[in-house]
């Protein structure tokens, strides 16, 4: 099993030079990133109708980031060559027997004229011959050297970084966000790749699963039917293979893990980072975990909190995937606190059933009710959760059990959940919009609980005994302030943590609330942000 992400750029160095001259022509401020107005009016020379090049770039722009950069222009320029040929238009194009490599650049009315005219601009500027062989490269390095306003936003990622900084963050700050629901966010936060985490009890195949994927061993990596995975290990890409130890990844400022030093240096001690050259790494980081404890392993505790860190991981990863063996269906009581810890990011919890091929039918069937009857318990949802099953490792699939039908099914079962891990680069983008909008309503709450709490405390005498009454009773205050500010209360943080992060706190030396901190993230979420998804959008909307 492989993903494979269609490579783009499969051109020849002759083609990669022009591309590279008409990628600079095309991008006007020289930032690296072709964005809706220049595209349009460089497309335009294709000639090609609208309906074409909105194909063009929905297929071009894969993670959906509302700029192409040169490789994504580079694909482009490809798509539009194929469609001058007449070649139909799809999502799958790239995946297709096409000779990218000896493919001719599109042909694009009067751009050779333009070209020509910056030449001889820029040659004439120099004071050098008016043809030169050179003048091209000169005419790259002198546009690449414009430098960008640093109030210019030039991708949606970039916006919310900046809607961040000077909307959000103050509010957090202000109202001790980061104390009692998540860290501040850094630039690596928003930067990091799509993350995808997976779960499960020891031997589940985890380790296996990521081996499969990569179609190798990753630095640190063991496999065995005992507890082999130990610690916490993010698999990511890298200029070679290494593995860093936990403390050193977690004050690295280039890497979106500085919140886990919250947990301490023992679980710090449990944790690191392998990286090595990969395709599929280059997209997706993995996170494997180690072994939920079962039966007898669950008397001994361990030195960190687990669930705290799966907690902290499932509200940064894309996707999270539950690996359950056919022979090890009971859900412990530590397996049970770790799926509530996931609460609230349902929509990103998938369930794979491995190993399957070790059961014949009858008896797959039997285990997967088994498995659906167990997680209806612990989920406590009425929406049926996704099941992928197969047997996911290097090994053909044993059809002497599974038989004929059952390897059909396998295969069926694998082709979707490449889909899905393979649509994560291209959601990415919408999911980091979405925990934005999650994180800045959820600091927006906050601010009116703290806000509420510091309004009930005494001016002068009896402090200390309102503040007991404020935390025994959190529960009617939170059903308050849900009341007076029309809040649904879904959003609101769990009542017992909570109490608990409250309790050691003085209340008095809180801040009041500040209607115009809560007015500009409101402002923020009704017109900044839809403003900036309209602005780098799909130009041909």
Not at 28 to 42: E, I, M, P, V, Y
Not at 154 to 180: A, C, H, M, W
Not at 206 to 231: A, M, N, V
Request: glycine share 6%.
């Amino acid at each position: 099993m492989e993903i494979d992400f269609a490579p783009i750029t499969r051109c020849s160095k002759e083609h990669q030079k022009i591309y590279q001259d008409w990628f600079s022509f095309a991008d006007s401020d020289g930032d690296g990133r072709l964005t809706g107005g220049d595209a349009t009016k460089f497309f335009s020379m294709s000639n090609l109708s609208r309906e074409d090049l909105k194909l063009v770039w929905a297929i071009a722009d894969t993670k959906r980031q509302g700029f192409l950069g040169l490789k994504e222009f580079v694909t482009a320029m490809q798509l539009i060559s194929l469609a001058q040929a007449g070649r139909t238009l799809t999502s799958e194009i790239l995946n297709v027997e096409v000779d990218f490599e000896n493919l001719h650049p599109p042909a694009m009315e009067g751009l050779n004229v333009c070209l020509d005219k910056m030449k001889r601009k820029l040659a004439k500027q120099n004071g050098a011959p008016k043809v030169q062989s050179s003048a091209s490269a000169n005419w790259l390095s002198s546009k690449s050297s414009k430098k960008v306003s640093s109030n210019s936003v030039t991708s949606i990622i970039d916006g919310l970084k900046k809607l961040y900084e000077k909307k959000v963050k103050p509010l957090e700050v202000t109202y001790r966000f980061n104390d009692f629901v998540s860290p501040l966010l850094t630039n690596s936060d928003f930067d990091a790749k799509p993350m995808v985490m997976l779960l499960g009890q020891y031997s589940t195949g985890k380790t296996t699963f990521i081996k499969h994927l990569l179609q190798s061993s990753y630095p640190g990596s063991h496999i065995g039917p005992e507890p082999t995975t130990d610690r916490f290990v993010v698999v990511m890409n890298g200029p070679d293979e290494r593995s860093v130890p936990g403390n050193t990844v977690a004050v690295q400022a280039d890497m979106p893990f500085n919140g886990l030093t919250n947990f301490g240096t023992a679980f710090l001690s449990k944790f690191e980072c392998s990286q090595m050259p990969h395709p599929l790494l280059e997209h997706i980081t993995f996170v494997d975990t180690p072994g939920v404890l079962s039966g007898e392993k669950q008397r001994t505790q361990r030195s960190y909190d687990f669930t705290g860190v799966t907690s902290w991981f499932a509200a940064k990863c894309d996707l999270i995937l539950l690996l359950f063996d056919p022979h090890k269906l009971d859900i412990s009581d530590e397996f049970k606190r770790v799926i509530g810890s996931l609460r609230g990011h349902d929509d990103k919890i998938r369930v794979v059933l491995n190993k399957a091929d070790q059961v014949d039918t009858q008896q797959l069937m039997r285990v997967y009710g088994a498995l659906m009857w167990s997680l209806g318990k612990v989920l406590n949802t009425p929406e049926v959760m996704r099941v992928y099953i197969g047997s996911f490792n290097d090994k053909p699939i044993n059809e002497a059990t599974a038989g004929p039908v059952g390897k059909a099914l396998f295969e069926r079962e694998q082709d979707d959940l490449l889909s899905d891990l393979k649509d994560i680069p291209k959601k990415a983008c919408a999911r980091r919009i979405n925990e934005f909008v999650k994180r800045a309503r959820a600091a927006k709450i906050h601010a009116y609980i703290i806000g509420h709490l510091k309004k009930e405390m005494p001016a002068m005498m009896g402090k200390a005994k309102t503040q007991q009454k404020l935390i025994d009773n959190l529960a009617d205050e939170f059903a308050k302030i849900q009341k007076e500010h029309h809040l649904p209360p879904g959003d609101f943080p769990n009542v017992e943590e909570f109490r608990e992060i409250l309790s050691s706190y003085n209340i008095d030396k809180f801040e009041k609330l500040k209607p115009k901190m809560i007015q500009s993230v409101d402002d923020m979420l009704g017109y900044d942000v839809p403003n900036l998804l309209k602005n780098f959008s799909n130009p041909y909307d």
